[in-house]
Protein backbone atom coordinates (compact mmCIF):
# COMPACT_ATOMS: atom_id res chain seq x y z
CA UNK A 1 0.00 0.00 0.00
CA UNK A 2 1.11 3.57 -0.90
CA UNK A 3 0.14 6.96 0.63
CA UNK A 4 0.75 10.06 -0.83
CA UNK A 5 -0.68 13.91 -0.22
CA UNK A 6 -3.44 13.81 -2.24
CA UNK A 7 -4.79 16.46 -4.27
CA UNK A 8 -7.15 19.25 -2.27
CA UNK A 9 -10.00 19.17 -3.92
CA UNK A 10 -10.93 15.97 -2.97
CA UNK A 11 -13.09 15.33 0.21
CA UNK A 12 -12.16 12.97 3.20
CA UNK A 13 -13.62 9.15 2.64
CA UNK A 14 -14.60 8.80 6.06
CA UNK A 15 -18.02 8.02 6.30
CA UNK A 16 -20.01 11.75 7.67
CA UNK A 17 -16.84 13.61 7.43
CA UNK A 18 -16.63 16.34 5.25
CA UNK A 19 -13.15 17.95 5.50
CA UNK A 20 -10.77 18.19 2.34
CA UNK A 21 -8.81 15.34 1.99
CA UNK A 22 -5.03 15.73 2.33
CA UNK A 23 -3.96 11.72 1.95
CA UNK A 24 -4.26 9.50 -0.17
CA UNK A 25 -4.29 5.53 -0.63
CA UNK A 26 -3.62 3.49 -3.66
CA UNK A 27 -5.96 0.78 -3.31
CA UNK A 28 -4.73 -0.42 -7.18
CA UNK A 29 -8.24 0.20 -8.46
CA UNK A 30 -10.47 -2.32 -6.52
CA UNK A 31 -13.44 -0.22 -5.82
CA UNK A 32 -11.93 2.87 -7.24
CA UNK A 33 -8.44 4.58 -7.92
CA UNK A 34 -7.54 5.23 -4.21
CA UNK A 35 -9.30 5.93 -0.58
CA UNK A 36 -8.69 9.99 0.46
CA UNK A 37 -8.44 10.57 4.17
CA UNK A 38 -8.02 14.68 6.12
CA UNK A 39 -5.88 15.18 8.49
CA UNK A 40 -8.54 14.16 11.71
CA UNK A 41 -9.25 10.72 10.37
CA UNK A 42 -6.07 9.80 9.64
CA UNK A 43 -5.40 10.45 12.97
CA UNK A 44 -8.20 9.05 14.72
CA UNK A 45 -7.73 5.76 12.21
CA UNK A 46 -3.97 5.81 13.50
CA UNK A 47 -4.98 5.70 17.65
CA UNK A 48 -7.70 2.80 16.54
CA UNK A 49 -4.38 0.85 14.52
CA UNK A 50 -2.42 1.71 17.33
CA UNK A 51 -4.79 -0.17 20.00
CA UNK A 52 -5.41 -3.44 17.98
CA UNK A 53 -2.09 -3.44 16.53
CA UNK A 54 -0.17 -4.08 19.56
CA UNK A 55 4.13 -3.85 19.69
CA UNK A 56 5.94 -7.60 18.96
CA UNK A 57 7.49 -7.45 22.60
CA UNK A 58 3.84 -7.07 24.26
CA UNK A 59 1.92 -9.76 21.96
CA UNK A 60 3.96 -12.55 23.33
CA UNK A 61 2.41 -11.86 26.45
CA UNK A 62 -0.97 -11.89 25.31
CA UNK A 63 -0.94 -15.06 23.06
CA UNK A 64 -2.87 -17.76 25.09
CA UNK A 65 -5.76 -14.98 25.24
CA UNK A 66 -5.04 -14.31 21.04
CA UNK A 67 -5.19 -17.90 20.48
CA UNK A 68 -8.80 -18.90 21.99
CA UNK A 69 -10.13 -15.47 20.44
CA UNK A 70 -8.87 -17.12 17.30
CA UNK A 71 -11.13 -20.37 17.59
ZN1 LIG B 1 -12.12 13.08 7.41
Redesign the pocket.
Given at each position: MKMTKCRSDLK???YG???N?KYAFSTKGFIRKELV??????KSMFECFSKNLVPKGVESAFKGKRKKENL
Amino acid sequence: MKMTKCRSDLKCDFYGCKNNAKYAFSTKGFIRKELVFCEDCMKSMFECFSKNLVPKGVESAFKGKRKKENL
